[in-house]
């Protein structure tokens, strides 16, 4: 059973930085592809970010293209997310999630193709 716990949250101003991490109990980060999700009041669980098994392409939704970097630690185990120029509009509860399946282009971004999730973090980003 795969295990994830995120941190990094908190309150940030519009146009800061922050960063998430995400610890995995699992013997080799590059043996699965890893996401973020987020999900704001009010609204459905919508895709962030990825970062595909072992050959490490990344994909990111467009609302945070050029702003947020996702990455990984191997060596740590731990699954990142750089967050800049952060807006209002960024503001939810940001989740961690991973399979040990190879995604492609059109199930990459779905949340039912990913296998475990933690139990997210909030990010609130407000004057």
């Known amino acids: 059973q795969v295990q994830l716990v995120e941190s990094g949250g908190g309150l940030v101003q519009p146009g800061g930085s922050l960063r998430l991490s995400c610890e995995a109990s699992v013997s080799a980060l590059s043996d699965y592809t890893m996401a973020w999700f987020r999900q704001a009041p009010g609204k459905e669980r919508e895709f962030v970010a990825a970062?595909?098994?072992?050959?490490?392409?990344?994909v990111y939704a467009n609302a945070v293209k050029g702003r947020f970097t996702i990455s990984r630690d191997s060596a740590k185990k731990t699954l990142n997310l750089q967050m800049n120029s952060l807006k209002s509009e960024d503001t939810a509860v940001y989740y961690c999630a991973a399979t040990s399946s190879g995604l492609i282009a059109s199930t990459i971004r779905r949340q039912e193709s990913y296998d475990y999730w933690g139990q997210g973090t909030q990010v609130t980003v407000s004057s």
């Open positions: 970062i595909r098994k072992q050959i490490s392409m990344t």
